[in-house]
């Protein structure tokens, strides 16, 4: 079975601190893609990034970066001195494998609040 | 570029009432098309999607039902709402890239 765990609930931080968030996914697949979506307080999610099982580079894009580990079957993302503008609720998600008609298996989110 | 629409944005609904979502793409052809549910302070709850038109597959047991009478036209029906039903919900669509893009999403409460 496919599964994204995000143990953060919520986080708190102070802006200009830099803060991880956590995942952690499991499937038997050996092909996959991974995915980080921000939900701002207007509802809508954002596509931030996909990241396939074949590709462990860590990547980063201005004050965002993430971190992919095969071995701990990870994929976090770090914000690099947050901004108010940062608070959201950021979701991981998983695709199974590579057919493209399967839904994405999503974790339950961690609530960011950047603080001024 | 795609665009995807959903409407209403907003939508209050007395229980027992019919409902009637709608979302549309624009700009890709033969889009996988989504349904999901978001309760107030909760994570994604797959409801429907589909790979083409009349094809609906269900997640979940549950009063609503979904549609696709066009390509690129996905629509979230039920005959009477419940309590339950309130919440977040959104449309999302994808491609061959495998990444689902959202709607802005609709807010329903059941009053």
């Known amino acids: 079975a496919q599964k994204v765990t995000q143990a953060q609930t919520e986080i708190s931080v102070v802006e200009k601190e830099d803060v991880t968030l956590d995942c952690v996914y499991e499937t038997r697949d050996t092909t996959y893609y991974l995915f980080w979506y921000k939900q701002p307080p207007s509802g809508e999610l954002v596509f931030l990034i996909r990241?396939?099982?074949?590709?462990?580079q860590n990547e980063i894009s201005g004050r965002y970066s993430w971190n992919f580990q095969k071995s701990t079957s990870s994929f976090n993302f770090t914000i690099t001195a947050s901004q108010v503008v940062d608070s959201a609720v950021y979701f991981c998600?998983?695709?199974?494998?590579?057919?493209?008609?399967?839904?994405?298996?999503f974790g339950k989110g961690t609530r960011l609040s950047v603080i001024a | 570029s795609q665009t995807i629409h959903q409407w209403p944005a907003t939508l209050v609904q007395p229980v027992g009432s019919p409902l009637s979502l709608e979302c549309t793409v624009e700009g890709t052809s033969n889009p996988n098309l989504y349904w999901y549910r978001q309760a107030a302070g909760r994570g994604l709850q797959l409801l429907f999607y589909?790979?083409?038109?009349?094809?609906i597959s269900s997640e979940v047991p549950q009063n609503l039902s979904a549609s696709r009478p066009q390509d690129r036209q996905f629509i979230l029906s039920s005959k009477k709402l419940l309590l339950s039903d309130s919440g977040f919900y959104l449309c999302a669509w994808s491609g061959t890239g495998y990444e689902q893009y959202f709607g802005p999403g609709t807010r329903l409460t059941v009053t």
């Open positions: 990241r396939n099982s074949f590709d462990e």
């Open positions: 589909s790979v083409g038109i009349g094809q």
């Open positions: 998600a998983l695709s199974p494998h590579f057919s493209g008609n399967t839904p994405l298996v």
